[in-house]
């Protein structure tokens, strides 16, 4: 599972449809507080933010991931536009990867692809 972090809605649910084809079952938040419960509920197994949101920036979520010892191993991918080529903010924070806006879906799946522990499938 996956939990996304975007107060846009229109790019929350590009993103959460993109995910979702690729066979990921994602939860969405509009910011940053919202999405921390559903982390701390959901323990997923990867996290998806925007950097600029309301109630905690992407970056205090990453950091409040980090601080938590039930949430600190989960891969984060702060995905923005308000980022530059080079800013090392998203990494000082705790993030696992930077995906700069804009970006197409295909650049989101394969990082989320090489982040991710590989599933086990059962053959039957």
Do not use: W
Request: one cysteine or more; proline letters at 6%.
């Amino acid at each position: 599972m996956i939990v996304v972090a975007e107060d846009h809605d229109d790019i929350r649910y590009v993103l959460k449809r993109s995910l979702e084809r690729a066979g990921h079952r994602v939860v969405a938040a509009a910011d940053g507080r919202t999405a921390l419960a559903a982390i701390r509920e959901h323990q997923p197994d990867l996290v998806v933010t925007d950097v600029d949101m309301p109630n905690m920036t992407g970056l205090d979520l990453c950091r409040a991931i980090r601080a938590d010892d039930t949430l600190r191993h989960i891969p984060i991918v702060v995905a923005s536009g308000s980022l530059m080529p080079g800013d090392s903010r998203a990494e000082d924070a705790g993030a696992s990867a930077t995906l700069l806006k804009p970006f197409v879906p295909a650049q989101l799946l394969a990082l989320v692809t090489r982040l991710l522990p590989p599933r086990v499938t059962s053959e039957s």
